[in-house]
């Protein structure tokens, strides 16, 4: 069974960092393309960043494209999404995900086979 466990989420003034983490179990991690979605409250879920199963390759959201990275740790089984010059705006329910079918990047949350439970980030003004 799949697994994927995040961390790291908190309370953080506009214009700080935080490093979110997502732990993988259940199944071999390299396979997968990773995703980061988020969902503020009476919005629908957006996409974030996603990663490629080597690591080369990443796709981000315009809204966050130059202050968001995301990495991997295959022999970690984790997933990190770095967040910097944090704004209100990013405050939101974040989740990783995988996608374990084609290999591609993909954008769509409808793409994406397994969840972890979500991690809270709140951002001050």
């Known amino acids: 069974q799949v697994q994927l466990v995040e961390s790291g989420g908190g309370l953080v003034q506009a214009g700080g960092s935080l490093r979110l983490s997502c732990a993988a179990s259940?199944?071999?991690?390299?396979?997968?393309?990773m995703g980061w979605f988020r969902q503020a409250p009476g919005k629908e879920r957006e996409f974030v960043a996603a990663?490629?199963?080597?690591?080369?390759?990443?796709a981000f959201a315009d809204s966050v494209k130059g202050r968001f990275t995301i990495s991997r740790d295959n022999a970690k089984n984790t997933v990190y999404l770095q967040m910097n010059s944090l704004k209100p705006e990013d405050t939101a329910v974040y989740y990783c995900?995988?996608?374990?079918?084609?290999?591609?990047?993909?954008?769509?949350?409808?793409?994406?086979?397994?969840w972890g439970q979500g991690t809270q980030v709140t951002v001050s003004s």
């Open positions: 990663i490629s199963r080597s690591g080369a390759n990443t």
């Open positions: 995900a995988a996608d374990m079918n084609l290999g591609q990047i993909r954008t769509k949350s409808q793409s994406y086979n397994y």
């Open positions: 259940g199944r071999t991690f390299s396979r997968d393309v």
